[in-house]
């Protein structure tokens, strides 16, 4: 079983814990969102919201993003180290990496967040954190459209780039917008 089914089932593994971990670190953000406006309320009853809130953070964080995020982790590895030299000669695996890289940076950005968010010290405005809220569907998106159009990143790279920074630029629009119509 130790050849391509067992590769289909890492890759599945992979998948179903990618998920997971983007289902938690989406949300994780959203749930600074309301502890912040909970926070920025004043009132007692903000108060109660704020411990609340510190619960549902820590319990998302340590629950499922940090398990779901190692075991995506675990598997991504050990489905590299079984075919290395396939791997490292691709430029979409490169630019694959690269993202993860940078979503192992948010990770830590958010988990410094929750360090924060515990002592009621969020540091960000409402509309800061939604901005933020904004960066892991940047790297989702570049993640699944390099694993997707591998092909294509040989050839097009630069089409592809000019429409990942496209989509980060409506994304980030959409968002200035809904907080401008929000207040």
């Known amino acids: 079983m ?99 890289f940078f979503l192992l940076v948010y990770h830590i950005f958010c988990w410094k967040l929750l360090k924060l968010s515990a002592l009621n010290q969020i540091n960000l405005s409402s509309t800061q954190l939604r901005m933020y809220n904004e960066i892991p569907t940047l790297i989702l998106f570049v993640v699944v459209f390099a694993v997707i159009l591998k092909n294509y990143f040989v050839t097009h790279w630069y089409w592809l780039l000019v429409s990942f920074i496209g989509m980060g630029a409506v994304i980030m629009l959409a968002v200035k917008w809904v907080n401008r119509n929000r207040k």
């Open 2 to 100: 130790y050849g391509t089914e067992f590769f289909a089932i890492l890759k599945a593994i992979h998948i179903i814990f990618m998920v997971s971990y983007f289902a938690g670190i989406f949300y994780i953000i959203r749930l600074f969102i309301y502890h912040k406006d909970a926070l920025d309320g004043g009132l007692d009853k903000d108060q109660i919201l704020s411990k609340q809130f510190i619960m549902m953070e820590s319990r998302l964080w340590n629950i499922i993003i940090v398990p779901a995020g190692l075991l995506m982790a675990l598997s991504g590895l050990l489905m590299l180290s079984l075919n290395w030299s396939f791997f490292s000669a691709q430029i979409w695996m490169k630019v694959k990496l690269l993202f993860v």
